[in-house]
């Protein structure tokens, strides 16, 4: 059986995450990978069998792959998407796939051109709960949401830099962020606050918001707003997902754990039961053997649309909540 080579371009913690994944696939290889830190590269290849990089351009360059992950922190991300496309190699990245649209408006065009397979890890896309609710939704209205990723820092250092990790919003809370729109359609508007307190002051070499709060107005009509924060010492203290109300019944998504349908007397709750992550990267490789990019639920140009929100509220912060036109935003100049 001829096996799907992969590439890893990044051998931290979330690249051990996708790694799970791919070992557990008898037609998937792992045949390369490179990490700034090349004693985690190694740790890497002494498991698969991979041929270690000096850097993301050696490897794209070896003819050694047919796909690759691009597992970097935000502000990593610089060629590695463009190299890929550019030689035809299909790739999967990690959210944010970059800091800034006109970066993300040229790999989208190097992907067009291409036509090559494309996955952003939005893996909550995946979960068998968000199928039955998206199908729920269908046929209700939606009027009023609101979301949060309410919680403690990340512990790795780049996180609590705002120009290496974009702040919470960008980082981490786009996950929310793209679950309501996945779920409720496309955002026109925003406009955002941040809080900046001394609640982090204990922290050193932190300039991140604490907290913020994204008012969004959707296509449809509907309003929300989505919360930041990340300030919380005790870990079960903290709140995230979503609330979606129709004009019949409350929805309640808790992160990555269940849905719970509120509809007069009735409480229904329904668990997540898949490997959600799991599923989002073999829906990638399915899709890169099929050579069949429309099989992807979050491909790169969709996920720019969802880096487009969180860039507009980036933008509404630092005009102290200034409405931005998301269209104006997703639609940068590309170099």
């Known amino acids: 059986m001829s096996k799907t080579r992969v590439g890893l371009i990044g051998a931290g913690g979330i690249a051990r995450y996708h790694l799970r994944h791919l070992k ?3 037609d998937v290889a792992v045949t390369a990978v490179t990490d700034v830190d090349a004693a985690r590269a190694e740790e890497i290849a002494s498991q698969t069998g991979a041929r270690v990089f000096p850097d993301h ?5 070896s003819g050694t792959v047919d796909a690759v992950f691009v597992c970097v922190p935000p502000f990593a991300h610089t060629d590695q998407e463009l190299l890929a496309a550019e030689r035809g190699i299909h790739f999967f990245t990690e959210k944010p796939q970059a800091l800034s649209m006109e970066l993300a408006r040229r790999v989208e065009a190097a992907v067009e051109k291409a036509g090559i397979v494309t996955a952003v890890g939005f893996q909550d896309r995946y979960q068998d709960i968000f199928d039955r ?21 990340p512990g790795v ?12 919003h960008i ?29 982090m002051a204990d922290v050193e070499n932190y300039n991140v918001e604490d907290a913020s709060a994204v008012t969004l107005h959707f296509e449809s009509g509907a309003v929300g707003t989505i919360f930041s924060a990340c300030y919380l010492k005790v870990g079960r203290a903290g709140k995230s997902g979503l609330e979606i109300f129709t004009q019949n019944s409350r929805v309640e998504y808790r992160l990555r754990q269940s849905v719970t349908y509120y509809e ?13 992550g799991f599923l989002c ?9 099929a050579g069949d990019p429309t099989r992807v639920r979050s491909p790169y140009s969709d996920a720019n649309k969802t880096l487009a929100i969180v860039l507009a509220a980036d933008e509404s912060m630092r ?8 269209a104006a935003v997703a639609g940068g100049a590309v170099a």
């Open 319 to 326: 005009q102290n909540g200034k409405v931005v036109d998301v």
């Open 281 to 289: 990267d073999r829906t990638f490789i399915e899709a890169v053997q």
């Open 157 to 168: 250092p780049w996180w609590r830099r705002k120009e290496m990790s974009g702040g919470q």
């Open 133 to 153: 609710l998206k199908r729920y939704l269908e046929d209700r209205r939606v009027g009023l949401m609101w979301g949060s990723w309410v919680g403690g820092m």
């Open 264 to 276: 007069g007397d009735q409480v229904r709750e329904e668990l997540r039961m898949n490997d959600n």
């Open 57 to 61: 351009r050696a490897l794209l360059d």
């Open 24 to 26: 557990q696939m008898d």
């Open 171 to 199: 980082e981490q809370t786009i996950h929310i962020f793209d679950s309501a729109r996945y779920l409720l359609g496309e955002v026109q508007r925003v406009s955002a606050m941040a809080a900046t307190t001394e609640l």
